[in-house]
């Protein structure tokens, strides 16, 4: 087997076209073994040089929801009543730790996702008017 580590761009191309040809490789095959461990290699480099943020906390809930085609009631179910879903998906409140255990109990949405940061949305400030006595 003649693997290397992959140090720059072009080892990771040639490591790819590599996969590429044993992608059919038979299991329990010398082409299978050399195909795993490029892959290995492949993903290592990557998540090094091309590391992808998690997403954000309320688009990964939304994503899940489409996923499992849930409603904004099937989440409040979940976090206290619709009402408040409808605020947490609107991005009008912040989740709590309580919310947080239970989206990743019930949805198996990662912890470490959904206790990332984001912005609140800010809603429209109303003026008020002057009362006339």
Same mark, same amino acid.
């Given at each position: 087997?003649?693997?290397?580590?992959?140090?720059?761009?072009?080892?990771?191309?040639?490591?790819?076209?590599?996969?590429?040809?044993?992608?059919?490789?038979?299991?329990?095959?010398?082409?299978?073994?050399?195909?795993?461990?490029?892959?290995?290699?492949?993903?290592?480099?990557?998540?090094?040089?091309?590391?992808?943020?998690?997403?954000?906390?309320?688009?990964?809930?939304?994503?899940?929801?489409?996923?499992?085609?849930?409603?904004?009631?099937? #989440?409040?179910? /979940?976090?206290?009543?619709?009402?408040?879903? =409808? !605020? @947490? $998906?609107? &991005?009008?409140? %912040? *989740?709590?730790?309580?919310? #947080?255990?239970? /989206?990743?109990?019930?949805?198996?949405?990662? =912890? !470490? @996702? $959904?206790? &990332?940061?984001? %912005? *609140?949305?800010?809603?429209?400030?109303?003026?008020?008017?002057?009362?006339?006595?």
């Amino acid at each position: 087997m003649d693997i290397k580590p992959i140090k720059n761009s072009k080892d990771y191309q040639n490591a790819l076209r590599m996969i590429d040809s044993l992608w059919d490789a038979k299991k329990n095959s010398p082409e299978y073994d050399k195909l795993d461990i490029l892959t290995t290699l492949v993903e290592s480099y990557e998540s090094k040089h091309f590391p992808i943020d998690n997403p954000d906390p309320i688009e990964a809930l939304k994503s899940v929801m489409e996923d499992q085609n849930l409603k904004s009631v099937d #989440i409040g179910n /979940l976090i206290g009543g619709r009402s408040r879903a =409808t !605020e @947490i $998906l609107n &991005k009008k409140r %912040k *989740l709590t730790l309580d919310m #947080i255990r239970s /989206l990743n109990e019930n949805l198996g949405i990662p =912890t !470490e @996702i $959904l206790i &990332k940061e984001y %912005k *609140l949305n800010q809603g429209k400030s109303r003026k008020k008017t002057p009362s006339v006595a």
